[in-house]
């Protein structure tokens, strides 16, 4: 039998690995007390994926992802951890969620982003960063809707950290929508691979505009020397942040358990049963 797997990957900078560690721990020890066998360390690399000959299958028996012992050890493919039958907890995004990851994976729970600019409770929305000088600093909006600077964002050059994300590109998207608008609002649209390296882009001047989710725009504020050279022009609405998910094939007893130990966890940083 394959043993678990858990990670916790969309937050895991290099800086704060001690941190996301600890994180670790702390959820590693609440469901060992419900008599869940979880793993003693996430994974980081594919390298750490238990292997599964023949590929990954659905439900029907289609193959979805490679075995994880042919990619590259040490990268980490987010959807060969997302699909991996012995996934027992990790971070996902809404954006593959709804692009087909949901009917594999099954929602655990929720983080609280109340610690962060920009978040409220399970619900977290992105900063819209510029070169410091092009516009006036914006703070988020009390209500949690969309704040957005279209005469300041119009022509601009706009960088994103993948075209499957919730917080980089997806709400943003839909937020000029709902203002008569579009991403041909934009001049050019480019991916930097990660909300850090647009961050870098906006800085450096290979990209005028970015939309980095409030977390991650927390961690640059504390890690990313760029972020010093970029300001706070808008916000994106709130939305639901990162949820926690496990296997299709994860039990109901695990998850009712899982989620009684995100539930007795509630009062701690980032951590909140799902709604």
């Given at each position: ?9 969309m ?11 600890a994180q ?6 609440a ?7 979880a ?5 980081r690399r594919?390298g750490?994926?238990?292997p599964?000959?023949?590929?990954i299958?659905?439900a ?12 590259p050890?040490?990268?980490l ?5 997302w699909?991996?039958?012995a ?10 969620m709804?692009l ?6 099954q ?8 610690a ?5 409770g ?10 410091t000088?092009?516009g006036?600093?914006a703070r988020?909006p ?6 957005l600077?279209l ?5 601009k050059?706009f ?8 917080s ?5 998207t ?5 203002a008569g ?12 691979g ?5 961050i ?24 990313e ?7 706070v ?24 358990a ?11 940083p ?6």
């Open positions: 039998m394959i043993e678990s797997i858990a990670a916790l990957p937050y895991d900078w290099p800086e704060v690995r001690g941190e996301v560690d670790w721990v702390l959820l590693r020890d469901f060992r007390q419900k008599g869940i066998d793993p003693q360390t996430i994974v594919n750490d994926l238990p599964v000959p023949g590929g299958h659905d029907e028996g289609a193959l979805i992802a490679p075995d994880p012992a042919t990619l050890p040490d990268e493919d987010y959807h060969q951890l699909l991996h039958p996934l027992l907890f990790a971070q996902t995004c809404w954006g593959p709804e087909g990851l949901s009917s594999h994976v929602v655990v729970g929720q983080p609280s982003y109340d962060y600019e920009g978040g409220q399970e619900l977290y929305s992105s900063a819209l960063v510029m070169r000088g092009e006036p600093e988020s009390a209500d949690g809707k969309a704040l600077p005469d300041l964002m119009r022509s050059r960088t994103f950290n993948s075209l499957d994300s919730m980089g590109i997806i709400g943003l839909r937020d000029l929508q709902a608008e579009s991403l041909d609002i934009f001049s050019s649209r480019s991916a930097s990660g909300h850090r390296g647009s870098v882009a906006v800085a450096e001047g290979r990209a005028d505009i970015a939309a980095i989710d409030c977390e991650s725009w927390a961690l640059a504020q504390r890690f020397p760029a972020a010093s050279k970029v300001v022009i808008g916000w994106t609405a709130r939305r639901k942040g990162l949820p926690f998910i496990t296997a299709r094939t994860t039990p109901e007893k695990t998850i009712r899982m989620r009684e130990a995100l539930a007795g966890l509630a009062e701690q980032r951590i909140q049963r799902v709604g």
